[in-house]
């Protein structure tokens, strides 16, 4: 393996594991914040709208917001068995980004961004009916926003997937190559 290949390599799986770290932070505010509000007392009164056809009742508002909770939670679960799966078989996973379709560990790892981040989506879209409750205009502003970015993703996740995959050395990681052997750094040395 040369040394642009090994570079390349590395900067894939960086992308990988910065999207799980991501989707770690989010899961466990998101989980955190739902889970407090699910137990606490929760009064309001309904902002002065006349239309109450598409909304739902304070009640409804609490399973919804423990479905969001229980969807940040399995979030948190998958993005945590990809980050340690990504440590763990950290070779198998450059080889199997070696083609342009993943493969092996390398589809594991598609697979578990993709579910990580539709898990996302789906519990702000959870969260965003809790809310119609309260303000039906913003809750449901919010969940046809989120379902289209739930939709987007699921018809672009594999556009996005094809450009990690052929991202090849860029006009900056070639300048950091040269810079590497102008300074001495051998061909294994990464950083």
């Not at 899961?27 to 902002?47: K, N, R, W, Y």
């Not at 080889?95 to 898990?119: C, D, H, M, S, Y």
């Not at 809790?130 to 939709?151: H, P, Q, R």
């Amino acid at each position: 393996m040369t040394e642009t290949s090994l570079h390349y390599a590395f900067h894939t799986t960086q992308i990988w594991q910065s999207l799980f770290k991501a989707t770690i932070a989010i899961s466990t505010f998101g989980g955190s914040i739902t889970f407090q509000v699910i137990f606490q007392q929760v009064d309001g009164v309904p902002q002065n709208e006349h239309d109450t056809v598409f909304r739902f009742e304070y009640k409804d508002s609490r399973s919804f917001l423990a479905g969001a909770w229980a969807t940040f939670i399995i979030v948190l679960a998958v993005s945590c068995v990809g980050a340690v799966v990504l440590t763990i078989r950290h070779q198998e996973i450059i080889a199997g980004f070696k083609t342009r379709v993943p493969q092996g560990w390398a589809l594991f790892v598609v697979v578990a961004g993709f579910i990580a981040v539709e898990g996302l989506i789906w519990a702000f879209f959870v969260s965003s009916l809790a809310v119609t409750a309260y303000s039906n205009k913003t809750g449901w502003a919010t969940a046809a926003f989120t379902g289209l970015c739930a939709l987007v993703t699921m018809i672009f996740w594999p556009v996005l997937v094809s450009q990690v995959v052929s991202l090849g050395p860029s006009t900056s990681d070639v300048l950091l190559l040269v810079s590497n052997r102008t300074l001495g750094k051998q061909e294994g040395d990464l950083l």
